[in-house]
């Protein structure tokens, strides 16, 4: 990446905010399905170079993306995994907390999903949850929730000063498009899984989410550990947006590969291991 283009993804960059508050809406001039994938494919093969580099040199990142249901993280963290390696980049997706992970230190259950050297571990929300579901839900006290705030950005300050790189995304979606996002959950077999117990409520509760994601904003955006806000009202930009960026907050070089060379096939004991085969349990071809 040029110093050119890390300029122009600073995080605290403001120029490109919507203006007066309001998102676009996706128009009917989307972007093409043979663009969009044009244009990921080369990000992906970016995120290949960064997968090198954190291989190369043992570094330690950490990406974590919140927002409202259907907001479109899980798509987003997709778009970035799909063609990387699993043992590189992990992404993390936690359920409710145990009876047992309930009486532990809060972030204790989340650090223990930490990058180690040569890793980068995505968040599909995080510890922020105290922040936002769990408030608004009630499941922790006010005390707790006040205590959360105030020492959030201690705790990502120790985390970078540790020397793990910890990146934050936050994916604003519009009430209108939320509606038609669960809308086609609820017609869509196929997305149907995606509708959890805490969805529906938080159609109900907009505006206390909202409340909510202002207070996390205002307590945990620091010059240290900075949330970077998406326009998510579409997707296919937001995601190419995202993986645009993300590679500009990495100061990654891509590494020397040695060339390969595919080695004949032995013949020392040699056989006939087709045969062997052909009276094992294969399935059915109907395709």
């Known amino acids: 990446m040029t110093k050119k283009d890390k300029k122009q993804d600073n995080p605290r960059r403001t120029d490109s905010s919507p203006k007066n508050g309001k998102l676009k809406v996706p128009s009917a001039e989307k972007m093409s399905r043979k663009e969009y994938e044009g244009e990921l494919k080369k990000l992906q093969a970016e995120l290949c170079h960064l997968q090198d580099w954190v291989k190369e040199t043992g570094a330690r990142v950490i990406v974590v ?59 599909d929300r995080s510890w922020y949850n105290r922040a936002g579901v769990e408030h608004v839900m009630g499941f922790c006290s006010d005390d707790q929730y006040k205590r959360f705030l105030e020492l959030c950005p201690f705790f990502e300050q120790n985390i ?46 907009w505006y206390e989410y909202s409340h909510a994601r202002d207070a996390m904003l205002n307590a945990t955006d620091t010059d240290v550990s900075p949330w970077n806000v998406v326009n998510s009202n579409d997707k296919k930009r937001a995601r190419l947006n995202i993986i645009t960026h993300l590679l500009g907050q990495i100061p990654y070089k891509p590494v020397k590969r040695a060339k390969v060379k595919l080695s004949e096939r032995s013949k020392k004991k040699e056989y006939d291991d087709v045969a062997t085969m052909k009276k094992r349990r294969w399935i059915s071809e109907k395709y």
């Open 65 to 123: 993306f919140e927002g409202r249901d259907a907001a479109g993280k899980g798509g987003t963290i997709k778009a970035i995994t799909e063609r990387v390696s699993p043992r590189v980049f992990r992404s993390v997706a936690l359920p409710a907390p145990t009876e047992r992970e309930k009486t532990q230190m809060y972030v204790q259950r989340f650090v223990g999903h930490f990058p180690a050297a040569g890793e980068i571990v995505i968040f």
């Open 160 to 205: 970078q000063e540790n020397g793990i790189i910890l990146i934050k995304y936050w994916l604003e979606v519009s009430n209108e498009e939320q509606k038609v996002r669960f809308e086609a959950r609820i017609d869509d077999p196929l997305r149907q899984w995606k509708l959890s117990n805490m969805d529906l409520p938080s159609r109900e509760r």
